[in-house]
């Protein structure tokens, strides 16, 4: 006698009663590590932006200072906000990091980065609803 137990199976969600009117829409990403050069930046945020990048990492409190200054002169480059948001993150200050976060979002709406970290604080927050409100009328 084989006495075999079933793998428990996660539970299924069903968002049918939540959705109205909803159908579904293949959507595909194509992941890499390649770095996404969508649009063409001002010369000195194209030839520092890995640098920029390795700052927030090494020393966040200098990425501070220098992502303050560059968003004032370059203020309609998401990248710059999302690295600025990531900074304040990577040092526990996350109300500063909130309000960037929330502003963020307010000025580039279609800026995946923008949108993410938009519902990852509305998760952090225990806004469940409200993130998966977010995350099915803007990521789908």
């Not at 990403?29 to 649009?39: R, S």
């Not at 526990?92 to 307010?106: F, Q, T």
């Not at 000025?107 to 995350?135: E, G, N, V």
């Amino acid at each position: 006698m084989n006495h075999r137990t079933k793998k428990a199976q996660p539970p299924r969600v069903n968002f049918s009663n939540r959705i109205s009117n909803s159908k579904l829409i293949k959507v595909s990403y194509n992941v890499t590590w390649d770095p996404i050069h969508i649009e063409q930046y001002p010369a000195e945020i194209d030839k520092n932006l890995e640098k920029i990048y390795d700052l927030v990492h090494k020393n966040p409190h200098l990425a501070i200072e220098s992502l303050t200054s560059l968003i004032a002169k370059y203020p309609d480059i998401p990248v710059l906000w999302n690295y600025h948001i990531a900074a304040y993150q990577l040092l526990k200050r996350d109300d500063e990091a909130n309000e960037l976060i929330v502003e963020s979002y307010k000025r580039f709406p279609d800026y995946l980065f923008a949108k993410c970290t938009y519902a990852h604080m509305c998760i952090k927050k225990k806004d469940l609803q409200r993130s998966l409100k977010f995350l099915i009328t803007n990521l789908i």
